[in-house]
């Protein structure tokens, strides 16, 4: 199981790059989100896997990850998760009036020189 | 009454405050403030002239940062004395002058409200018993100088003047800051007291050479003394209150100053007395010497000026006790004489309006009182007899003939110290005589000039009574005062002096007298030809222009420095990028560097047995994020679909492993995002494959290296991050603190959901960060996209919408053009969708209210009912909704904000720090027990914030397309419409 999802996330993490790294903007905000989804796994795979921990409290278990969940990569997880749509939200409306300012979608708001 | 040392430093910066805030046309309210407190001042400094006197040293500490040795020190000695003494009580005389100066339409509050802070900054340079402190005010007073400098912003030559004044001073403090931390490592204390008293540590130091050149850095360019002396000639552009207060009495003298001040411990030694020396005594002669030949009556006592603290600093430069006296003489002199000259310029200036010594002739008929002020006054500036500035230059000759250091110099000094004696003469007649005397010429001037108001006199009164008093009666007025002024400076053994006016015929005053006689010739000699201009410029100096120096060397800095930033630097955002990317492989990299794969790679830990269901889902998953990548440049759309279903294999993936809360938060956002990119994809350039495909091949081939060399960066971040998750993963923990949240979640927190407990409660300060990031994004994208100017394409109705007759019932319709949309546009939907809302809240409130024990909370909350609203703007349309709900999401998140906030704050109250949480335990009826958490509140917040700023972000997106259509259809129809888009 861990390599599946270790896989996962370098797949998630190539296309991310890869996407960041080319000139159009909807580009680079597609390599983002898909660079957000492989970080986010990653720091949430910093918690181990457990298919069935309990993540919620239950009367009578001592508190060990031998039946609970990490919580704490959820914790900065679920942080991760809101701010990566507000930068979604503020780079998409950057984008757009950057294309209305500059008149194309470069990312340098001018195309390449040849 | 006596009040602590720091209140003279203190006061007049409270004072700045006041007068900046007064009305503009207080000129009599403004200047008896100010006046009021230098003259406050002046006397509490007075007062403590027995204590100074008696050699005792007035000292104050403020305890800072003990542990640094940084701790604000005020101290007073009789040289601080003295300083504080002309800091203040020319202060004093400056505001009253200044009132009568000042025209009403100027903006007095900024003049006396920059003059006071400058007063504060330069009483701290005087009275700071911290190195470190004095260069923050010295820097002050750099700061505020460049303010009065450019008082008169508006003028071209005031701006210019101001920014050459900074830079050339600037960077000398920041010389000296450098020097003072060299020496401050030296002595191994920033104490005044302490380095004072180390001057043979010091001066025996290796780092002896580096302190001192960066202390004389700060210190000459303050003084502009050779070769940064052109920049005080330029500051002329002040009004003329600020050049008789900053460029005779203070600012200027803050160099010598510093020089005085350290000289007990950077004194007696060769490079001292080159360096200080040398540049004294070639600003003695340049300034002395381009003086004469000035047209402006500012610029000659400007550079008057720049000679006159050539002559302090050399005296401070000889290395002899004596000579140093006589620099503290000096300092007090000029500062007399020069200030009321300044003044009589000024009255001059402002009876006449004009400056200009070619036009000016014959005064005396007019103002026979600033005339004979003026003369007396002028006459102490050359060096005459019976007046201040001829004992002060009797002492300096004195200790030019006595000099012993090489023998060219010893000759040479008392040559240099005639000629220069004989310039200052001759610019000293130039000014009198040719203003106030010679044929009447006032009837071409711009005013006919008369005696000035009375109180605009009695500043330089005062001042020329002080030059005559010391001048004819020195023992009487003034040898007391310089005991007490010199002793320090010398560092406590004073030499025997004798202040007489008359020491019998000796070597000095034959010079004194060669000197007069030499500038009467040389008076006699340039007057006609200065006066009608045939002299049009200094000869010989007048070709090297400082300020052109200045200036070039600023252009070559900046072309410099662009160059540079070219080279080491790139405005293309790709690149960097690219370069961030790299430097984030290769640091991770170098961290592995060494271990080899196979003993890190994998770890003892036991893994998870297979699962084909959760590798097939990944297959999925992965797929579709290669397919978004695959066509995220030519289908958008199909981009788009296939990323969420990445994001979606990611939510079932949180699910999967224990995570029920990131699963939800995941899977909403999820949503959120996809609608938010929807709205933005009609604002993007169409892009054909085919059209691209027919580009040169040559651009193609760059293409392809290009994207050849990214894959391989990609890929190394991707396996880097594949194979270190994986080796994490396969490792046990070597320790957590995630035990510690397991612990108390519930006894402390009162909270069985430990990721909820901590957001609300252990991380809630976190929250509260992240929750106000979130709503300044949604107002940022608000305030952007009311300015949002589309690319003209995309500007029309899209092909879809033209392309049909506005009045066929279609779910196609425009909902501009159709009143109400429900008519024809997705009736059934739209009917479905209204009664969702009332089920998205309740699934809202409910998730919300188990958030705290059980999967859901305020993020998710808020995202679910965000979306229901969202939905209805999708089928209903932005009119109908906003016609029928009022939604006002700047103050959901306004609301949001205070009462996350507020619910911390409460804590406070009861003692507790900032954000702590309680719980009370309530027995209801029917419901029974239940706990209510004060994160309950802090919950509530988040919701709220969260509603408000998707909704804020959402809508903000999608009124543009109902403006774009609406500015295409009223101007095809020619009729206004009203924008719509304020929420």
């Known amino acids: 199981m861990e390599i599946v999802l270790a896989v996962a996330i370098g797949v998630l993490t190539t296309?991310?790059?890869?996407?960041?790294?080319?000139?159009?903007?909807?580009?680079?905000?597609?390599?983002?989100?898909?660079?957000?989804?492989?970080?986010?796994?990653?720091?949430?795979?910093?918690?181990?896997?457990?298919?069935?921990?309990?993540?919620?409290?239950?009367?009578?278990?001592?508190?060990?990850?031998?039946?609970?969940?990490?919580?704490?990569?959820?914790?900065?997880?679920?942080?991760?998760?809101?701010?990566?749509?507000?930068?979604?939200?503020?780079?998409?409306?950057?984008?757009?009036?950057?294309?209305?300012?500059?008149?194309?979608?470069?990312?340098?708001?001018?195309?390449?020189?040849? | 009454m006596t009040l602590p040392l720091y209140s003279l430093v203190l006061l007049p910066f409270?004072?700045?405050?006041?007068?900046?805030?007064?009305?503009?046309?207080?000129?009599?309210?403004?200047?008896?403030?100010?006046?009021?407190?230098?003259?406050?001042?002046?006397v509490q400094a007075a007062m403590l002239f027995p204590e100074v006197a008696a050699g005792g040293v007035v000292r104050e500490e403020i305890v800072w940062l003990p542990s640094l040795g940084l701790n604000l020190v005020f101290r007073m000695d009789g040289f601080a004395w003295m300083f504080s003494m002309l800091v203040l009580g020319i202060g004093a005389l400056v505001v009253l002058y200044a009132r009568y100066y000042m025209s009403p339409t100027d903006p007095v509050p900024r003049f006396f409200s920059l003059l006071l802070a400058f007063m504060g900054s330069m009483s701290g340079v005087v009275l700071s018993g911290n190195l470190i402190q004095l260069v923050l005010f010295w820097e002050l007073t750099s700061l505020f100088s460049f303010l009065l400098i450019g008082y008169w912003h508006h003028r071209s030559d005031a701006r210019r003047g101001a920014r050459m004044a900074l830079t050339v001073t600037g960077t000398g403090g920041l010389c000296l800051l450098a020097g003072v931390l060299v020496l401050g490592h030296i002595v191994g204390s920033y104490d005044l007291d302490v380095v004072l008293r180390a001057g043979d540590l010091v001066r025996a130091h290796p780092l002896y050479s580096t302190a001192l050149v960066l202390i004389l850095l700060g210190a000459l360019?303050?003084?502009?003394?050779?070769?940064?002396?052109?920049?005080?000639?330029?500051?002329?552009?002040?009004?003329?209150?600020?050049?008789?207060?900053?460029?005779?009495?203070?600012?200027?003298?803050?160099?010598?100053?510093?020089?005085?001040?350290?000289?007990?411990?950077?004194?007696?030694?060769?490079?001292?007395?080159?360096?200080?020396?040398?540049?004294?005594?070639?600003?003695?002669?340049?300034?002395?010497?381009?003086?004469?030949?000035?047209?402006?009556?500012?610029?000659?006592?400007?550079?008057?000026?720049?000679?006159?603290?050539?002559?302090?600093?050399?005296?401070?430069?000889?290395?002899?006790?004596?000579?140093?006296?006589?620099?503290?003489?000096?300092?007090?002199?000029?500062?007399?004489?020069?200030?009321?000259?300044?003044?009589?310029?000024?009255?001059?200036?402002?009876?006449?309006?004009?400056?200009?010594?070619?036009?000016?002739?014959?005064?005396?008929?007019?103002?026979?009182?600033?005339?004979?002020?003026?003369?007396?006054?002028?006459?102490?500036?050359?060096?005459?007899?019976?007046?201040?500035?001829?004992?002060?230059?009797?002492?300096?000759?004195?200790?030019?003939?006595?000099?012993?250091?090489?023998?060219?110099?010893?000759?040479?000094?008392?040559?240099?110290?005639?000629?220069?004696?004989a310039f200052s003469v001759a610019y000293s007649l130039r000014f009198t005589v040719n203003v106030f005397f010679g044929p009447d010429t006032c009837h071409a001037l711009p005013r006919t000039p008369h005696e000035p108001p009375h109180w605009m006199r009695v500043p330089v009164e005062l001042l020329v009574l002080a030059c005559l008093l010391v001048g004819v009666l020195p023992q009487w007025s003034i040898?007391?005062?310089?005991?007490?002024?010199?002793?320090?400076?010398?560092?406590?053994?004073?030499?025997?002096?004798?202040?007489?006016?008359?020491?019998?015929?000796?070597?000095?005053?034959?010079?004194?007298?060669?000197?007069?006689?030499?500038?009467?010739?040389?008076?006699?000699?340039?007057?006609?030809?200065?006066?009608?201009?045939?002299?049009?410029?200094?000869?010989?100096?007048?070709?090297?222009?400082?300020?052109?120096?200045?200036?070039?060397?600023?252009?070559?800095?900046?072309?410099?420095?662009?160059?540079?930033?070219?080279?080491?630097?790139?405005?293309?955002?790709?690149?960097?990028?690219?370069?961030?990317?790299?430097?984030?492989?290769?640091?991770?990299?170098?961290?592995?560097?060494?271990?080899?794969?196979?003993?890190?790679?994998?770890?003892?830990?036991?893994?998870?047995?297979?699962?084909?269901?959760?590798?097939?889902?990944?297959?999925?998953?992965?797929?579709?994020?290669?397919?978004?990548?695959?066509?995220?440049?030519y289908h958008r759309l199909t981009a788009l679909a296939l990323m969420s279903v990445a994001g979606l294999v990611t939510v079932v993936t949180f699910a999967w492993f224990s995570a029920p809360d990131l699963a939800l938060t995941q899977l909403s956002v999820e949503a959120v995002t996809t609608v938010l990119i929807l709205l933005g994809l009609r604002w993007l350039p169409k892009r054909s494959e085919a059209a691209d495909r027919r580009l040169p091949l040559r651009i193609r081939l760059r293409t392809s290296a290009r994207r050849g060399r990214d894959l391989a960066v990609a890929l190394s971040a991707g396996g880097g991050m594949a194979a270190l998750s994986y080796?994490?993963?396969?490792?046990?923990?070597?320790?957590?603190?995630?035990?510690?949240?397991?612990?108390?979640?519930?006894?402390?927190?009162?909270?069985?959901?430990?990721?909820?407990?901590?957001?609300?409660?252990?991380?809630?300060?976190?929250?509260?960060?992240?929750?106000?990031?979130?709503?300044?994004?949604?107002?940022?994208?608000?305030?952007?996209?009311?300015?949002?100017?589309?690319?003209?394409?995309?500007?029309?109705?899209?092909?879809?919408?033209?392309?049909?007759?506005?009045?066929?019932?279609?779910?196609?319709?425009?909902?501009?053009?159709?009143?109400?949309?429900?008519?024809?546009?997705?009736?059934?939907?739209?009917?479905?969708?209204?009664?969702?809302?009332?089920?998205?809240?309740?699934?809202?409130?409910?998730?919300?209210?188990?958030?705290?024990?059980?999967?859901?909370?305020?993020?998710?909350?808020?995202?679910?009912?965000?979306?229901?609203?969202?939905?209805?703007?999708?089928?209903?349309?932005?009119?109908?909704?906003?016609?029928n709900i009022s939604l006002r999401p700047v103050r959901w998140i306004a609301m949001g904000l205070l009462m996350a906030t507020f619910t911390g704050l409460g804590a406070l109250f009861f003692g507790y720090p900032f954000l702590t949480t309680h719980t009370a335990h309530l027995d209801l009826p029917l419901l029974g027990e239940i706990h209510v958490a004060s994160a309950l509140f802090y919950d509530i917040g988040v919701f709220t914030l969260v509603v408000g700023a998707t909704l804020l972000i959402l809508t903000a997106l999608g009124h543009q397309s109902v403006r774009g259509h609406r500015r295409v259809s009223t101007d095809a129809r020619g009729a206004g419409g009203q924008t719509p888009g304020d929420l």
């Open chain 1, 15 to 114: 296309c991310g790059v890869w996407l960041m790294l080319r000139p159009r903007t909807y580009q680079v905000i597609m390599g983002l989100a898909l660079l957000g989804y492989g970080v986010n796994l990653f720091i949430f795979s910093m918690g181990r896997l457990s298919v069935d921990s309990e993540p919620i409290m239950v009367a009578g278990f001592p508190p060990t990850f031998e039946f609970y969940d990490d919580p704490m990569p959820q914790a900065l997880v679920l942080t991760a998760i809101v701010i990566g749509f507000a930068m979604t939200a503020l780079f998409l409306v950057v984008m757009l009036a950057q294309r209305g300012f500059s008149g194309n979608d470069h990312v340098d708001g001018q195309e390449d020189a040849e």
């Open chain 2, 14 to 42: 409270v004072g700045s405050l006041v007068a900046a805030l007064l009305p503009s046309n207080a000129r009599n309210t403004e200047s008896t403030l100010a006046g009021a407190i230098a003259l406050f001042c002046a």
């Open chain 2, 221 to 421: 360019t303050k003084s502009a003394q050779f070769p940064f002396h052109f920049w005080l000639p330029h500051a002329m552009a002040a009004p003329t209150p600020v050049s008789a207060y900053l460029h005779s009495a203070t600012m200027v003298k803050a160099g010598v100053f510093l020089l005085a001040r350290l000289w007990p411990v950077l004194a007696g030694t060769d490079e001292w007395f080159w360096l200080v020396t040398g540049s004294g005594l070639i600003t003695l002669l340049i300034g002395g010497f381009v003086a004469i030949f000035q047209k402006d009556l500012k610029s000659l006592l400007a550079y008057s000026t720049i000679s006159h603290l050539g002559l302090i600093t050399t005296l401070l430069g000889l290395n002899s006790p004596l000579a140093a006296v006589a620099a503290v003489f000096h300092i007090i002199n000029h500062a007399t004489f020069k200030a009321s000259l300044f003044m009589a310029v000024g009255i001059i200036d402002h009876e006449t309006g004009t400056r200009d010594m070619r036009r000016l002739s014959g005064l005396w008929r007019y103002m026979p009182i600033t005339a004979t002020l003026t003369l007396v006054a002028g006459a102490a500036m050359a060096g005459v007899p019976l007046l201040n500035g001829f004992i002060s230059k009797e002492m300096f000759f004195t200790e030019a003939v006595f000099v012993n250091a090489a023998p060219w110099f010893d000759t040479l000094l008392p040559l240099a110290a005639v000629v220069a004696g």
């Open chain 2, 479 to 633: 040898q007391a005062i310089l005991s007490t002024a010199a002793t320090p400076v010398v560092g406590g053994q004073l030499p025997a002096f004798d202040l007489a006016v008359w020491h019998g015929f000796n070597l000095p005053l034959a010079m004194s007298f060669v000197a007069l006689a030499g500038g009467i010739g040389l008076f006699v000699l340039l007057r006609r030809p200065l006066q009608t201009g045939r002299i049009p410029r200094t000869p010989v100096l007048g070709r090297v222009s400082g300020k052109r120096m200045f200036e070039g060397t600023l252009a070559f800095i900046t072309a410099a420095s662009r160059r540079l930033q070219r080279v080491l630097g790139t405005r293309r955002l790709q690149a960097q990028l690219l370069l961030l990317v790299l430097v984030t492989v290769l640091a991770a990299f170098v961290a592995l560097r060494g271990a080899g794969a196979s003993t890190w790679l994998a770890g003892e830990r036991k893994v998870l047995p297979f699962s084909p269901m959760f590798a097939l889902l990944w297959l999925v998953g992965i797929g579709s994020a290669i397919g978004a990548t695959w066509q995220a440049k």
């Open chain 2, 727 to 883: 080796a994490v993963m396969t490792r046990d923990f070597p320790q957590s603190i995630s035990t510690f949240f397991l612990e108390r979640a519930v006894p402390e927190g009162g909270g069985t959901n430990v990721v909820n407990v901590m957001l609300v409660d252990f991380r809630g300060f976190d929250t509260l960060g992240e929750i106000a990031v979130l709503g300044i994004v949604a107002l940022t994208v608000y305030a952007l996209l009311r300015r949002f100017r589309p690319a003209p394409e995309s500007m029309d109705l899209p092909p879809q919408q033209r392309a049909l007759p506005t009045d066929l019932a279609t779910d196609l319709v425009n909902a501009q053009t159709a009143a109400d949309t429900a008519h024809g546009y997705l009736l059934v939907p739209a009917v479905l969708v209204r009664l969702l809302l009332p089920i998205a809240a309740v699934i809202g409130v409910y998730l919300f209210m188990r958030g705290h024990n059980e999967p859901g909370g305020g993020f998710v909350a808020g995202l679910v009912l965000s979306t229901a609203f969202i939905l209805q703007y999708i089928v209903s349309g932005t009119q109908w909704v906003e016609a």
